[in-house]
């Protein structure tokens, strides 16, 4: 790996501001690209940020050729509640414009284009554990979108010898998800949890029972530095996923009743995220990460719940 310069799209993000914090340790400078409304506070050594939107083709064209990255992470996306009530742009966001990417990544050289796919590529109904060859037929436009790029990603990789890599994430365990991803509530618990002046009843929209491949957020980022400085030639796949560990929704709120036993709970079901994630696999199977790239999660679930209710606690 000889990376100097990275482009970051979607770099003031949550995952784009980890990485690049990652990046910048090893000394490699970032130029992190985002919309309006998204600039950091401070900007540090070796990091640029460059304001504008992933559509603007002129614009994006302008990043390599102003720039020079030599590598690129592309993060970039509207996620999968804002690709729902916006498909049009989800398309122009998620899909054409990460095409543009991909062609201007090849034009110019880029060492390495790394691209962020997610579970939700696969659908509904899918074995339990997930192999990774199962179909990728995803069942909203989000995954769609992101199933996509996978293929386009793979294209270049063979028609260009663009090096194309794509990580799946699970569910991601993060202080950072927003308040409307239904999906988040095991994160949004812990939160609540933490809060000394929290006295509601919180609501687990699904039954106890259900969960998902779940994996905690520090997790994504080490796995994703660490694939992404991985020899090309020992990476049998474009693309892998990743599986952190399995957890019920009653599994989170025993943990965090073990940790606050003041903590009420009940679950009322919401039809539409129940009968999503009981379609979603609750192991996914990563071997191929661990065998070809040393992939191996530092957090199980009791670790995570540590690290997000400690989280939680200082930053309140
Ligand atoms: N966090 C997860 O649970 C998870 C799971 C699977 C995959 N992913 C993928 O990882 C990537 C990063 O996710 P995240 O959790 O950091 O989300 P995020 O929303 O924090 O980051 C996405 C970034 O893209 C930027 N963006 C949106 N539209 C843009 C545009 N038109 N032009 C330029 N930038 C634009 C947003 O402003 C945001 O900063 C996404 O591609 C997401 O699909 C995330």
Redesign the pocket.
């Known amino acids: 790996m000889s990376f100097k310069r990275t482009l970051i799209?979607?770099?003031?993000?949550?995952?784009?501001?980890?990485i690049a914090d990652e990046l910048l340790a090893l000394g490699i400078s970032v130029i992190k690209?985002?919309?309006p409304?998204?600039e950091p506070d401070t900007v540090r050594d070796g990091e640029t940020i460059v304001i504008?939107?992933?559509?603007?083709k002129t614009q994006v064209r302008d990043l390599f050729e102003h720039h020079k990255p030599d590598s690129v992470v592309?993060?970039?996306?509207?996620?999968?509640g804002?690709s729902a009530q916006n498909p049009g742009?989800a398309w122009?966001?998620?899909a054409n414009?990460s095409f543009h990417l991909l062609e201007l990544a090849a034009e110019f050289n880029v060492q390495q284009f790394f691209?962020?796919?997610?579970?939700?590529t696969y659908g509904s109904d899918v074995p339990d554990p997930m192999p990774e060859d199962t179909p990728q037929w995803p069942a909203n436009l989000?995954g769609a979108t992101?199933v996509a790029v996978e293929r386009a990603g793979i294209f270049f990789k063979q028609e260009h010898n663009l090096d194309f890599r794509c990580?799946?994430?699970?569910?991601?365990f993060?202080p950072?998800?927003?308040a409307a991803?239904v999906t988040?509530f095991p994160s949004h618990a812990f939160k609540a949890a933490s809060d000394p002046n929290y006295s509601d009843t919180f609501v687990f929209p699904v039954a106890p029972d259900v969960g998902v491949s779940s994996m905690l957020?520090n997790d994504?980022i080490t796995g994703t530095v660490k694939f992404m400085l991985a020899d090309r030639a020992d990476l049998s796949q474009h693309a892998y996923s990743l599986h952190g560990y399995f957890v019920s929704a009653g599994d989170v709120l025993a943990e965090i009743q073990r940790r606050v036993p003041s903590f009420k709970a009940e679950f009322i079901i919401n039809e539409t995220v129940n009968e999503l994630l009981s379609g979603w696999p609750n192991v996914l199977i990563d071997d191929a990460a661990r065998r070809d790239w040393g992939w191996a999660p530092e957090y199980d679930f009791v670790a995570s719940a540590d690290w997000l209710m400690n989280y939680f606690k200082n930053t309140r």
């Open positions: 799209t979607g770099g003031n993000g949550n995952l784009g501001r980890l690209f985002d919309i409304g998204t504008g939107d992933i559509r603007d592309h993060l970039a996306s509207l996620l999968s804002s742009a122009e966001i998620n414009a691209f962020a796919s997610t579970m939700a989000y992101k990580l799946r994430f699970p569910l991601v993060s950072f998800a927003p991803a988040a957020l994504v």
